[in-house]
């Protein structure tokens, strides 16, 4: 019937565990449904029903989830490396699933960074053609100058054959006796190493970066280095407003 799973594939899901976990909890009598033991792994489970595991109610796991992630310097943007740190090892092993980040963030860059498993969201987001904002604070080593601000306005060559789109650089803050600059900068693509490569373009080295934006998505001041907490329906629904999609009610963690 439509709607239906089998019990071992729904208890994976749910619980975030191996097929060989949840068939050793049904093999023990550990799980009931609608109110009944069953041994059977093979077990159908229907919309409606309820799903018990030692007394306690299993939720139903949605179709995608979406964290929103502070991500600290010193952590790289993958799923999964034999020498390095990922992003996704900031997240408890249950909660990993099939999740991936959307886009890079650089092993020494902070900032937003969106985890999902919600692909076809991803995809859209990342497409150049959503012209998603990407805004960043950055510290430069040199004087970020009104002429820095209008080539970074027209498109500025960034090298190895490419040139950045439009984009705006607002200068924050000067200090003349350190010889360094303060500045936002919003883009609109994801080119590799692409703020740093703007920013050395006009002469100057980024000392530090962080992401604060990713379309309507805004990095809390409260979320420190390393922490994450997962979207609210607002956030969902305007985050895929911002590059086109319409966004599914009742998809979340």
């Known amino acids: 019937m439509a709607g239906e799973?089998?019990?071992?594939?729904?208890?994976?899901?749910?619980?975030?565990?191996?097929r060989t976990q949840v068939k050793e909890l049904i093999r023990r009598g550990r799980v009931t449904c609608d109110g009944k033991p069953v041994t059977s792994p093979q077990t159908r489970i229907a919309?409606?029903?309820?799903?018990?595991?030692?007394?306690?109610?299993?939720?139903?796991?949605?179709?995608?989830?979406?964290?929103?992630?502070?991500?600290?310097?010193?952590?790289?943007?993958?799923?999964?490396?034999?020498?390095?740190?990922?992003?996704?090892?900031?997240?408890?092993?249950?909660?990993?699933r099939k999740l991936f980040p959307v886009g890079r963030l650089d092993k020494d860059t902070e900032g937003l960074l969106l985890i999902t498993d919600d692909g076809p969201l991803a995809h859209a987001l990342l497409s150049p053609k959503s012209h998603v904002d990407k805004e960043y604070l950055a510290l430069v080593q040199g004087?970020?100058?009104?002429?820095?601000?209008r080539r970074i306005a027209a498109g500025i060559e960034i090298g190895q054959g490419q040139?950045?789109?439009?984009?705006?650089?607002?200068?924050?803050?000067?200090?003349?006796?350190?010889?360094?600059?303060?500045?936002?900068?919003?883009?609109?693509?994801?080119?590799f190493h692409?703020?740093?490569r703007m920013i050395a373009s006009c002469g100057k080295e980024v000392l530090f970066l962080r992401r604060i934006r990713m379309g309507a998505l805004t990095l809390p001041e409260e979320l420190a280095p390393g922490e994450y907490r997962v979207l609210t329906p607002g956030e969902r629904e305007a985050l895929a407003e911002s590059c086109g999609q319409v966004f599914p009610h009742g998809m979340t963690e």
């Not at 004087?143 to 601000?149: G, N, Q, R």
């Not at 200090?175 to 919003?186: A, H, I, M, Q």
């Open 5 to 18: 799973s089998r019990l071992d594939k729904f208890l994976a899901d749910c619980l975030g565990q191996t």
């Open 194 to 196: 692409q703020v740093k």
């Open 47 to 96: 919309e409606g029903m309820s799903v018990e595991v030692d007394g306690k109610p299993v939720a139903r796991a949605e179709k995608y989830v979406y964290y929103l992630l502070n991500k600290p310097s010193g952590w790289i943007s993958a799923t999964e490396d034999p020498k390095e740190k990922t992003v996704l090892d900031l997240l408890p092993a249950q909660k990993r």
């Open 163 to 191: 040139t950045a789109l439009p984009a705006k650089l607002e200068i924050l803050e000067t200090d003349s006796e350190n010889n360094r600059s303060e500045v936002r900068l919003t883009i609109h693509e994801g080119k």
């Open 143 to 149: 004087i970020v100058t009104t002429e820095d601000v």
